[in-house]
């Protein structure tokens, strides 16, 4: 096994960690906006598998990374489940929303969502043929409590206020739309790796609104039982988990779900994350996206510090969260100068 990535994600402590970036193709590279604007719009361009890989493919021509992602959105599963799904320019995601049984109803069976999906399996099989032989590809879904956030809302909220509101006031719809993301995101997700991707990587963008009891049953829970079934078909794909803001529950969460790495963000130190998480395995992250903007001599004393605190134990480096549309390209490749020199 000589990929870096896929070293870290073994357990391998490795004096130069690999690395990669969330959003990594996106609006801050001018090739990505010339791409978007000729596929039409961004559910155009996340359906059209040449140009999809095409943008999957620009940043790891123009810097290098060690790992490329595959380009499409954790909202294409709530489409494939038969939501309405369209994206209003500089404001997000607009979705129909699941408020109650007919709602619920109205979804299709999980086991139904290869045909709208069948154009990512396609980009994911373009990438496996034409990506260099040391770069590692990795498909990815939502967790199921950050993908039922937005089906339930129809759009992204600031405090998650509707899904917390359906999950307290009626569980039995709130738990049949987790278990019926969760199946789906099994399928969607097998049907990746066994186009060709070899790690997968759960976004849990939300995790941090579950707080007590929510985080184990909402969380953890749907996590581990994906993971679980991930491994039982296919054990040797390595599983990355996000469950972003959980804060003292990063701790243990890899152990609890079966997770081979967790992803962690900004609000936590990785000097601290070298203490109590990376114990159980691979951490990934965690420098703040705003140093893409800023850049200079902080970006490179904060990449510096960051590797030197997690060259201990297996690390993947990546951002805290997405890089932000008005990041500056070249600050990435400082990042990644200042990374492999630390
Ligand atoms: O490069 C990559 O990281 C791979 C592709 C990718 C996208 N979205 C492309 C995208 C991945 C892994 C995602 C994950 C995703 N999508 C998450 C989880 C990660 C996170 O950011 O917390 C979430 C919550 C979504 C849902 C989503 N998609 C929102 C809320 C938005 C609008 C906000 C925004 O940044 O515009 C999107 C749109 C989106 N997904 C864009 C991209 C490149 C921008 C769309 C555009 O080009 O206009």
């Known amino acids: ?20 970036m969330m959003r ?5 590279l001018p090739e990505y906006r010339a791409t978007r604007a000729q596929a039409g719009d961004f559910l155009s361009l996340c359906y059209n598998p040449d140009l999809a890989a095409e943008v999957t493919l620009q940043p790891i021509r123009r810097f290098g990374f ?6 499409a959105d954790i909202l294409l599963v709530p489409q494939a489940l038969g939501a309405d799904l369209w994206f209003v320019t500089g404001e997000g995601p607009r979705l129909s929303t699941v408020t109650g049984p007919e709602d619920m109803a109205r979804l299709k069976p999980a ?5 709208r999906l069948a154009p990512v399996y396609e980009t994911v099989r373009i990438l496996a043929r034409e990506l260099p032989g040391e770069t590692t590809l990795i498909g990815f879904a939502g967790a199921p409590w950050t993908v039922a956030t937005y089906m339930i809302a129809g759009r992204g909220t600031p405090d998650q206020g509707p899904a917390h509101k359906l999950k307290n006031q009626d569980r039995t719809t709130f738990t049949a739309l987790i278990d019926r993301i969760t199946e789906a995101t099994i399928l969607y997700l097998s049907a990746q790796i066994e186009a060709g991707a070899e790690v997968v990587k759960l976004f849990d963008s939300w995790a941090g609104s579950l707080k007590g009891a929510d985080f184990d049953d909402f969380a953890v829970a749907p996590t581990r039982r994906i993971i679980a079934a991930l491994k039982d078909r296919h054990p040797s794909i390595p599983i990355i988990a996000f469950p972003r803001e ?11 779900t079966g997770a081979d790495c967790v992803a962690i ?3 936590v130190s990785a000097e601290w994350a070298a203490q109590h998480v990376q114990s ?3 951490v990934q992250g965690n420098m703040d996206p705003r140093h893409m903007v800023t850049g200079g001599p902080a970006l490179v004393a904060e990449a510096q510090r960051i590797t030197r605190a ?8 990546n951002l805290g969260h997405g890089i932000t549309p008005d990041a500056d390209p070249a600050n990435v490749a400082a990042m990644i100068e200042a990374v492999r020199t630390a």
């Open 246 to 256: 959980a804060g003292e529950r990063y701790i243990g969460f890899a152990r609890a």
């Open 265 to 267: 963000d900004n609000s």
């Open 1 to 20: 096994m000589t990929k870096l990535l896929l070293r870290a994600l073994a357990g391998e402590s490795l004096p130069t960690p690999p690395i990669w």
């Open 310 to 317: 997690l060259r201990g134990g297996p690390h993947i480096f």
């Open 66 to 71: 060690d790992a490329a992602i595959l380009f």
């Open 111 to 115: 086991t139904e969502i290869h045909e």
């Open 24 to 28: 990594q193709a996106g609006r801050y």
């Open 280 to 282: 159980d395995g691979c």
